[in-house]
């Protein structure tokens, strides 16, 4: 946005930007809705509940992995890109849903994992074959370390670790090689070098495309040109396995493969798409790169800083307290860096990340006001907006009890790797898991009262939060003053107002420990945003007057002054 831009000038470019002003809704299928009893959510599940997305009113839905699957890491381990794991449904079905989001205005985004495959999928049964096959450098092989012993602890080709515990290789028997896996032993790294990889890659997301989907979500898509070396990564005092990352996190080549994906997949088409890549480890400096439309890669990145800052080290199973001076400071600072030739992806949780009101907000006593006052917060920041399932709900975490309870591989692989190989006893292990593991936003979404919370009529395959009985989508649709109400006029607070989705963003307060402060602004108008992240009334001492500004938002009946009340947030609006 240019200075000299007025709110209809802004308006006018609304059109070529239209994400900008969008909200998108995540759904985890094995969680969201299951429609036959199995326990496991499905399409046919996701298509009855269109009508509470269009309610709710978000502009995109986002599709957790649905393709055939071994369901290693629940979907993220794909087998077939081009088909429909028989647990979720059929193409025929996926068709049906696409067709119905489009009837209801509504996109739909597929989640695109191409880092890896399957080691089911027929690419690497191939290359698995023989050292000969076409198909051998598809994925990443190597000999064993010279001098080791092959198939020994410390003869993989390198010290890197898996994001799922355990080495980054696996031993195959048959050629006396290793291949390379960042997370699950049967989640084969794709060799992106080779470029008859990224043609069936390209051309695979084109038949998506032809087929209707409006765009993808790229999971870890930072992660794959990788240092054709592949050198040792340094070990930290006290782990197991060096650190690759600094030779696969936006690697060498990552800036050409997108430009070249953009060419191949997205230039030329008319259609409003959107791009989307997930990008652990990402810097502030790498994203403007990526989100310049100039340079044609990505709309928006997933970067994950935010959401490390109550974590030791970025260890989430070492969680310490968050201090709302961190938060601020990198939400500001990503903000800041954006804001001329870029874009935000904005989110407190998704499918990988603790449940929002549990992490960020009071999940007891004051749930429901800290859920729409976090809601507030995010959603208006400059960028697009994600809800995830449940969290316009005020859903909170699950109190699991045994390891037993826990469905999620990296909990089960930890877990296993921490008693058994660091000395830690299971108690303790399971109070380090409790705060942030991943099966706490796997839940089954809690849509009444009944059984199950109305998820399914069979058995679950993961356990559904006791607190449903109290928290359900049920008894929020039509309260004025739920969570779910408050979620929709955010929402519509952005869709109407062009401040909301182009104006510029002034970090206010950044030192108080209490209030998160914001002013979003155009050349005739602005926006006053204040949010109390804590249980006592805080003051907000902004400077300047606002007085005469209308109160546009709020979580309690409205009151003069600035000062908030515990989890409050106002926010006000005035024309210059």
């Not at 198909?135 to 670790?161: F, L, V």
């Not at 739920?482 to 952005?494: G, K, N, T």
């Not at 006053?528 to 309690?556: D, H, I, K, R």
Request: with cysteine; charged share 25%.
């Amino acid at each position: 946005m240019t200075i000299q831009e007025s709110e209809a000038e802004v308006a006018f470019r609304a059109g070529r930007e239209w994400f900008k002003s969008a909200v998108v809704y995540q759904i985890y299928p094995r969680s969201f809705a299951d429609s036959d009893g199995d326990g496991i959510g499905d399409l046919r599940g996701i298509i009855g509940r269109l009508d509470y997305l269009q309610k709710l009113g978000v502009d995109v839905v986002w599709l957790s992995p649905v393709y055939r699957s071994p369901q290693d890491d629940n979907g993220y381990d794909i087998s077939d890109y081009r088909d429909i794991d028989p647990v979720f449904g059929d193409l025929e079905t996926l068709d049906e849903l696409l067709d119905g989001l489009h009837a209801h205005g509504m996109k739909l985004v597929m989640d695109l994992v191409v880092n890896h495959t399957s080691d089911e999928h027929p690419w690497f049964v191939e290359s698995r074959s023989g050292k000969d096959n076409p198909k051998r450098d598809w994925y990443w092989w190597r000999p064993p370390r010279d001098g080791a012993e092959t198939g020994t602890p410390g003869a993989e080709p390198n010290n890197w670790g898996s994001a799922f515990s355990g080495p980054a290789w696996e031993y195959d028997d048959a050629s006396g090689e290793y291949y390379l896996h960042l997370f699950s032993r049967k989640q084969p790294d794709l060799n992106w070098e080779n470029p008859d990889v990224r043609a069936a890659i390209y051309d695979m997301m084109n038949w998506w495309l032809d087929r209707g989907v409006d765009g993808f979500r790229m999971d870890v898509i930072n992660f794959i040109s990788k240092e054709e070396s592949l050198p040792d990564g340094h070990r930290a005092d006290g782990m197991l396995y060096g650190d690759g990352g600094p030779h696969y996190i936006c690697g060498p080549r990552i800036h050409e493969f997108l430009q070249e994906m953009h060419q191949e997949v997205f230039a030329g088409r008319d259609k409003d798409l959107l791009t989307v890549g997930e990008m652990p480890g990402v810097t502030v400096e790498d994203a403007a790169l990526f989100t310049d439309p100039g340079r044609r890669e990505v709309d928006m990145v997933f970067q994950f800083e935010h959401v490390a800052l109550d974590q030791e080290d970025g260890n989430k199973w070492r969680p310490k307290k968050l201090l709302l001076t961190d938060l601020k400071k990198s939400l500001g600072r990503w903000q800041e860096a954006l804001a001329e030739h870029g874009w935000n992806s904005l989110y407190w949780g998704n499918h990988d990340q603790a449940r929002a009101v549990s992490r960020f907000g009071d999940d007891g006593h004051y749930r429901e006001l800290s859920a729409k006052m976090l809601a507030a917060i995010l959603h208006l920041h400059r960028g697009t907006p994600y809800v995830y399932q449940g969290e316009e709900l005020g859903m909170t975490n699950m109190a699991f009890g045994a390891i037993s309870d826990y469905r999620d591989i990296e909990v089960l692989n930890h877990h296993r790797e921490a008693t058994t190989h660091m000395g830690h006893t299971d108690a303790e292990v399971l109070a380090a898991l409790a705060p942030l593991n991943r099966d706490n936003a796997r839940t089954p979404v809690q849509w009444n009262a009944s059984r199950n919370a109305g998820f399914t009529t069979g058995a679950p395959w993961i356990a559904v939060n006791p607190n449903a009985n109290a928290i359900n989508a049920a008894a929020q649709v039509d309260d004025p003053q739920s969570v779910f109400s408050f979620y929709r006029q955010v929402i519509a607070l952005r869709h109407a107002d062009p401040v909301v989705a182009y104006g510029d963003f002034t970090m206010l307060l950044p030192d108080d420990e209490h209030v998160y402060a914001f002013r979003r602004s155009l050349p005739d108008a602005e926006m006053l945003v204040l949010g109390n992240f804590s249980g006592a009334e805080q003051p907000a001492s902004v400077e300047g007057s606002w007085g005469g500004a209308e109160q546009v938002l709020g979580n309690y009946p409205p009151e003069v002054g600035l000062k908030l009340r515990p989890w409050e947030v106002k926010v006000f609006r005035r024309s210059l």
